[in-house]
């Protein structure tokens, strides 16, 4: 592929750039140059980049079709029955497959009656409610065995009684045996503040019903990273959820705390595919646009990434809302949409 301007990883724009991909992977990025006789060569004079990949969606409320024409190449699913998302993440690594790479966490981790277990939006299987640390260790024991990507907990008590702290600590104990990140759902007050005591390392959303202390927050941000899903709490105005996660966002960011993108998808109107609204928002926080195109991508241009791309209108450093003007998106090498 031939590009007139890219952005291949942070801090690196290009022009007149060359990327050639084989085998689902890339093989060279650089400088146009002469290619073998025969070669198929895709020119665009658009806005090259790596492809988008959503950290937080709940895919059995989507359309995963619609989220690969939307330009997110891969996604992690935060919550879904296991038997359902995990032959679903085995489907999605065929070339056959309409859809995104998928990595699952399987059901949610909770006390019992505790959040998804009554959520209406969350069928049998979800939640996976936990008594004593023997059975939240043999939980993730078997979910690490079924191929799961990360640990998902609920720390919500505002819906039902959160994870207790002898599930919570034996979780990550275990998470860390079988080498799996541990992503909490915090809401409340002290929910973030009891991830951080278990040794939580990510938080699955930025928090939203409270303003984090400057102590709470130091400490996220030395240990742990933060997917941003910052757009379910707009609702087309300034709410006051979503003026909280900015502003614990913002303070996170300047304390150097890591955030990567991830929109929980399946959660009320967010559109499928990569949202531009998410990304204004995630500048509004305080993240520079440079920083913005480093939390929403997979993994930069260079040789042996993941052939996943997408072109670009127009340039999203000195504007977002490019990304609403998508003109092509390819997964492992294979144009699978065009506009």
Same mark, same amino acid.
């Given at each position: 592929?031939?590009?007139?301007?890219?952005? &291949?990883?942070?801090?690196?724009?290009? %022009?007149?750039?060359?990327?050639?991909?084989?085998?689902?992977?890339? #093989?060279?990025?650089?400088?146009? #140059?002469?290619?073998?006789?025969?070669?198929?060569?895709?020119?665009?004079?658009?806005?090259?980049?790596?492809?988008?990949?959503?950290?937080?969606?709940?895919?059995?409320?989507?359309?995963?079709?619609?989220?690969?024409?939307?330009?997110?190449?891969?996604?992690?699913?935060?919550?879904?029955?296991?038997?359902?998302?995990?032959?679903?993440?085995?489907?999605?690594?065929?070339?056959?497959?309409?859809?995104?790479?998928?990595?699952?966490?399987?059901?949610?981790?909770?006390?019992?009656?505790?959040?998804?277990?009554?959520?209406?939006?969350?069928?049998?299987?979800?939640?996976?409610?936990?008594?004593?640390?023997?059975?939240?260790?043999?939980?993730?024991?078997?979910?690490?065995?079924?191929?799961?990507?990360?640990?998902?907990?609920?720390?919500?008590?505002?819906?039902?009684?959160?994870?207790?702290?002898?599930?919570?600590?034996?979780?990550?104990?275990?998470?860390?045996?079988?080498?799996?990140?541990?992503?909490?759902?915090?809401?409340?007050?002290?929910?973030?503040? *009891?991830?951080?005591?278990?040794?939580?390392?990510?938080?699955?959303?930025?928090?939203? %019903?409270? *303003?984090?202390?400057?102590?709470?927050?130091?400490?996220?941000?030395? *240990?742990? *990273?933060?997917?941003? %899903?910052?757009?379910?709490?707009?609702?087309?105005?300034?709410?006051?959820? &979503?003026?909280?996660?900015?502003?614990?966002?913002?303070?996170?960011?300047?304390?150097?705390?890591?955030?990567?993108?991830?929109?929980? &998808?399946?959660?009320?109107?967010?559109?499928?595919?990569?949202?531009?609204?998410? &990304?204004?928002?995630?500048?509004?926080?305080?993240?520079?646009?440079?920083?913005?195109?480093?939390?929403?991508?997979?993994?930069?241009?260079?040789?042996?990434?993941?052939?996943?791309?997408?072109?670009?209108?127009? +340039?999203?450093?000195? +504007?977002? %809302?490019?990304?609403?003007?998508?003109?092509?998106?390819?997964?492992?090498?294979?144009?699978?949409?065009?506009?």
């Amino acid at each position: 592929m031939r590009a007139a301007q890219a952005w &291949l990883g942070p801090g690196r724009v290009a %022009t007149d750039v060359q990327v050639t991909c084989a085998a689902g992977v890339i #093989q060279d990025a650089g400088p146009a #140059q002469p290619v073998p006789e025969g070669a198929e060569v895709l020119v665009t004079d658009g806005f090259l980049m790596p492809a988008g990949a959503d950290r937080h969606v709940h895919l059995g409320l989507a359309d995963p079709a619609a989220v690969l024409r939307g330009g997110v190449t891969a996604v992690r699913d935060l919550a879904w029955p296991p038997e359902a998302i995990f032959a679903l993440a085995d489907a999605s690594e065929l070339p056959s497959f309409n859809g995104p790479l998928v990595r699952a966490a399987g059901p949610m981790l909770t006390a019992p009656g505790g959040y998804p277990s009554k959520a209406s939006w969350a069928p049998p299987g979800t939640a996976r409610e936990l008594s004593g640390a023997d059975q939240a260790a043999a939980a993730v024991t078997e979910l690490a065995a079924l191929g799961a990507a990360a640990i998902k907990v609920s720390l919500n008590e505002e819906d039902g009684p959160p994870l207790g702290d002898a599930e919570l600590m034996a979780v990550c104990e275990a998470a860390r045996a079988s080498d799996l990140p541990v992503t909490a759902h915090a809401q409340g007050a002290g929910q973030v503040e *009891r991830a951080l005591g278990a040794g939580v390392d990510e938080l699955a959303h930025t928090p939203w %019903t409270h *303003r984090l202390s400057e102590d709470a927050t130091s400490a996220a941000a030395a *240990r742990l *990273r933060i997917v941003s %899903t910052l757009h379910i709490h707009a609702h087309g105005a300034d709410t006051p959820e &979503l003026l909280t996660v900015l502003d614990n966002l913002r303070r996170f960011h300047e304390a150097g705390g890591s955030v990567i993108y991830g929109t929980d &998808l399946g959660n009320g109107p967010i559109p499928p595919g990569i949202d531009p609204a998410e &990304l204004v928002l995630l500048a509004r926080a305080g993240l520079e646009p440079d920083e913005v195109l480093a939390a929403l991508v997979r993994a930069p241009i260079e040789v042996g990434a993941p052939a996943d791309l997408i072109v670009l209108a127009r +340039d999203p450093l000195r +504007d977002l %809302t490019a990304f609403a003007e998508l003109r092509l998106v390819v997964r492992a090498g294979r144009v699978v949409a065009r506009y």
